[in-house]
């Protein structure tokens, strides 16, 4: 059972570059979701994406893409990056039969963890 | 602006120690979570608290639910050293948010051996 996996676990580029951060979960949940976690803030919201082809964003979307082309994948795209995008980046899945109710479980990847030099 | 404010951020206490973490918001929830999460990991899920006060107990850790559904606090009993992380409190969305999650900032535990 391999769960939810990032790629690649740790990543430099520089100001500018695009960059794609992967995500990918062999449960099928339904639900999936990009956070970024800073000191200070805690996990913050990029986006959200409650099935293939539906995309919405969360708190903090600006300079981000996402696509959910397939159930199972849910790929990050910072299209130029900045050095305020240097974070840890996790993602998230939840099954759809667990949206309404309060177990609501979130299951979370090991992380990504970005610089932006 | 952040809807759930923890506190403390940091806590830096000896084994055997009891310690307190609270998780406060001026905002309803459908339900709160509590996740630890270790260094070079994603963030784990200890418990869901549902109904306004409620009192959960994961061996020896104490979980209580506001009446008001707002509010929640963490309680450690006799800490170890594995029980140092990372704690987040998450609050569930309601509504047209259901299922999204709100998180605080987080509570860096450290139990000193």
């Known amino acids: 059972d391999a769960g939810i996996t990032q790629s690649p676990r740790y990543k430099i580029t520089e100001t500018g570059r695009q960059v794609t951060l992967m995500c990918h979960q062999t449960w099928s949940h339904s639900y999936m979701f990009w956070y970024r976690q800073d000191l200070g803030h805690g996990l913050r919201l990029i986006y959200y994406s409650a099935a293939a082809d539906i995309t919405d964003k969360g708190e903090v979307p600006d300079g981000y893409v996402v696509s959910r082309s397939k159930t199972e994948n849910f790929p990050l795209t910072l299209e130029s990056a900045t050095r305020s995008q240097t974070s840890v980046y996790f993602c998230a899945s939840i099954p759809s039969r667990d949206r309404g109710n309060h177990a609501n479980i979130q299951y979370f990847g090991a992380g990504t963890r970005l610089s932006v030099l | 602006t952040q809807l759930l404010e923890q506190s403390p951020q940091f806590l830096s206490i000896q084994e055997g120690e009891n310690l307190t973490v609270y998780c406060n918001s001026s905002s309803v929830f459908s339900s709160l979570q509590w996740y630890r999460q270790e260094p070079g990991e994603g963030p784990v899920l200890l418990v869901t608290?549902?109904?306004?006060?409620e009192v959960k107990k994961l061996k020896r850790l104490t979980f209580q639910f506001g009446d008001a559904r707002k509010d929640s606090s963490l309680h450690i009993t006799a800490a170890q050293p594995g029980d140092t992380g990372l704690y987040l409190c998450a609050g569930v969305g309601r509504g047209s948010t259901l299922g999204r999650l709100y998180f605080g900032r987080g509570t860096q535990l450290t139990v000193w051996p």
């Open positions: 608290v549902v109904t306004g006060g």
